[in-house]
Structure formats: C-alpha cells, structure tokens
DNA sequence: CCGCTGGTAGTCAAGTTTGACTAATTGGGG
DNA sequence: CCCCAATTAGTCAAACTTGACTACCAGCGG
C-alpha cells in the first residue's frame, strides 16, 4: 500500500470537495512532506488514478472567466470512503516498519471511534510480537547466533525496532485509555484541515528541518 | 537514493563478475527481500541502468551450445567502486527513518576499515541528535506542546525512533570498537556471497515470516 | 517415455515516483 | 504604470517498482 492514496483520501474526505492544491496544502500542514513521498507529482497522479478506479469523484471546474489554469474539484465516493477506511485500520495494525504508514494512520485516527483505536493498536502490538518471534526463530542458526557474523547485526537492528516500537504503542495505548484526544463521535472534532485562506502556522519558518543528516 | 543500487553494487564488487541471477541469489542470502524492494524487475533494472551510467560493465555471454536465455555478466567498474563506497558511506551516517538503507550498510560495512566505520557510526549518531533538536524546535508552537492534539503523537513517534535508533547505534559502536568482526583489511574476510552452486542456509524452510502482521 | 515439479535466468506492461518545469494571478515597490 | 516576487495550480518526461509472466533444463515417478 502507498501511503498517498490514504493520505489523500483522508484529506478530501475531511474537506467534502477539494482541488489538488488544497490536498497538497493539507498534506503539507500535516508534515507528511517530511516523513512521506508527498510531492506535487505523487498527489496529483493518486487523486487521477483513484478518481479513474471510482473512489473519487472528478468535478471539472469550468475555468473562471479570468482563464486560469484548469482545475477539477474531487469528492470522496462511497467505495471511496470504504476504501479509506480500510487503509486507515491497516495503517494502525500492520508491522512492516515503514515509519511513514504509521504516521500517516496516527494523523488520521480520529476518523475512527477509540475503542476502535484500542483495538486496533492492541492487534498491532500483537503483530510486533509475532513479527519477532519468527525473525528470531528463523535467522538463528542451529550453531548459535554469532554464526552470522555481522550479518547479524541486521537481525539485531530490525529485533531492536520491533521492541522499541512495541513499548512505544504501548505507551500510546495507555495515553488514549486516559482519554487523550477526541475521536469519531466524541463531540467537537478536532479540525485536520485547512479553512479557505486559512495560514499553516507550521508552514514558512526556519527552512526544513534536515530530512536528512 | 534507492538502496538497490547500493547492494547490487556491493554483490557485483565482491564476485568480481556477476549475472543477474547471481544478484539475486545474493540479496536472498543477505535477507534483503524481507527489508527491502529486493524484487527481480528492479535488480535487473539497476544492473542495466548501471550499465547505462557507466558504472558497471556489461558482457555479453554467448549463449552455451545448449541455447538457453541470453545473459549477461556485469562487472564493476572504478566508477562504480567510487559510487558503490559514496552510497555505503552515505547509508551509515545519514538519517533518513528508512531502515533499509541502515540494514543495506549493516550487510556490507565490512568493506570499509574499522576505523572508519567507527567514524560514520559518530557521525550518524550526531545527525540524529540534530534531527531531533530542529524537530523539536520547530514542531513545538508558542502555545505549548499539546496544542496540536493528536497530530503531536505523529512528533512523538519521530522523536522515540530517533531516540531510541542513537541508543542503539551507540550500543553497535561499542561491539564494534570492542573488536567484533572483521573488518576491511584485517586478514581473512568474511564471505559475504555465495559461491558456485553454494545453497542458502536461510533460502528454503517454513514460508517467509511475517512481512506484514 | 510422458508429464510434472522445481530450479535457473530473465522479460514485460502497468503503475508509481521524482524533480524540474509551465503558466496565470496577486500585490507591492519604484 | 511597469516589473518582480510570491502564490496558486498543475503538467511532463524520465526513472523506478511491481507482479505476473516466459522459457529452458534436470530429475523423477509412474
């Protein structure tokens, strides 16, 4: 799965109709430029491929009488919104150690209710867990671990994020049985998008943080 | 940077001559189909760009009196070696969150001197400590943490991984600077491909464990 | 000796991502 | 009033990735 097509959804279906510049807007607000592949050319080629597989729909805008560039308009369909649905859940449980899946489903999760969230993150502890076990099991070789020289280095670093990420979720868990946060039906959502002219506050600034070191 | 090229280039370098299969073969030992995009189309993808690009050569092997699919050997070229040992270099001290880059250079640190290992190893480990310090910095509104609801978990999220990935890159640098493995140009090398004919010990057994949940 | 499985070696079309580019509008400064 | 920079909105070719597919051979059971 790619992380844009959720990332999208979720910011179409938060705003009930968008142009690709709004979507672009969104995912910036959010970060996602920092932590995802969410560039111009990313965002509008999901937004013409989903509407193309019908889970959105294209409103060709008739260009203003001042001319402009063309732009289409996208709202979520139905099969849209289950699709998004079922993005979401799989980017809370699923263990694949793409750290930008993950960041993406915990700026989305308010879209679900929390018990749900619970369970969802309690199957993704539990996914972690038995992630590890096989790894373990696999990698080790019967003459003992050492064997695979540093080789095994790799095992022990990918052992080492399923374990921090484990506690992690845990803590997160815990966090959100406290009650933080306010969920799906839970009163007064939390506002995710951008108003018309609204400013991102997170959005000009020092230039970015070093993506890379 | 794509981590296929860094590995192709790395199995190339230490057979010598190498066809595509043999790549493969490689990258199946070394486990990189489970952390990576190790896929046929993009291997043999990489060798031909490679190619292209100057950085590897390409024999054409006629085919044996038996017929069978054309193939093609691949050799390294000085070019290639100064970019293999550019993105090796690169793998080990930039921070990027994409662990295969980090497994990628786990596999095939030996290449470089011990010493210089260690080096990358402080760089890597300051660059996260920056990292985190402009993330910080940058994500934290006047108002007060706490202030951007659940988007701030997404912050949080960044924060534990960079954390706890220092924590274990400083645990990796004491191994190595306590003499574990063998290191470029401290005698017998550790074989880090297969030989003619040779099987992998983790190729066959019990399906792949778990790549997602 | 026929067909089947498994290993060897690689191709291909379709889809996705990248990074640079285009093009119009707005809002000042000189 | 003209030009410049920034903002708004989007396109495009080139590169990369995916997953399924081709083709050949060896060995083996029946």
Known sequence: MSVIRLLVLGAVRQHGRAHGYQVRN??????AHEWSNAKPGSIYHALKQMAKQGLLLAHEIAPSPAGGPPRTEYEITEQGTEEYFT???ESLTAYDQKPDVLS???GLMVDLGREEVLGLLEERIGAIEKWRRSV????TPEEGPGQLGHIGEIMNFWVHSADTGAQWTRELVERIRGGAYTFAGEG???V???GEGEENPFGAGEPH???RG
Do not use: H, I, N
């Open 192 to 194: 995710g998008v951008l």
């Open 209 to 211: 943080p070093g993506d």
């Open 26 to 31: 969104d995912l910036e607000y959010w970060g």
């Open 136 to 139: 373990t099991e696999y990698y």
């Open 104 to 106: 993406a489903g915990l």
């Open 188 to 190: 007064e959502p939390f």
């Open 87 to 89: 993005l979401l859940r």
